[in-house]
């Protein structure tokens, strides 16, 4: 298989990710999200969410598979226990589970 011209965008390759982090206080809470294309506008999902407390060094992780779609520019996840998410066209994440983080996302495919 060619790679994608590098005039692609990252959600048009084969495979790509996308994570952020979110300071609450003492806790860091991370989520990161990758993504297998299963067809236009469609992927398989793994999606891990972490907290950190930075005063104790406790943490914890929960993962989950999903799907994603895209629709309206927005790519809507659905990832089991770990709720739902969106990735807006912005490229903020939001999540509606509080052991997952939301806020500016980065993008990559690996490279």
């Keep these: ?5 590098a ?4 959600m048009d390759q084969a495979r790509w990710s996308a994570g952020t982090v979110e300071r609450r206080g003492p806790l860091t809470v991370t989520t990161g999200l990758d993504f297998v294309r299963t067809g236009p506008g469609e992927w398989r999902v ?16 929960r993962r989950a598979r999903g799907v994603a779609v895209r629709s309206m520019g927005m790519v809507m996840l659905d990832v089991g226990r770990l709720g739902r998410m969106v ?11 509080a052991a997952c ?3 500016a996302a980065d993008l990559g495919t690996g490279d």
């Design 46 to 61: 793994r999606a891990r969410c972490e907290t950190r407390d930075t005063q104790t060094g406790r943490w914890s992780a």
């Design 7 to 10: 005039a692609a965008g990252v």
């Design 1 to 5: 298989m060619a790679a994608a011209p």
């Design 101 to 103: 983080a939301s806020g």
């Design 87 to 97: 990735l807006f066209p912005d490229r903020d994440l939001a999540s509606n589970m």
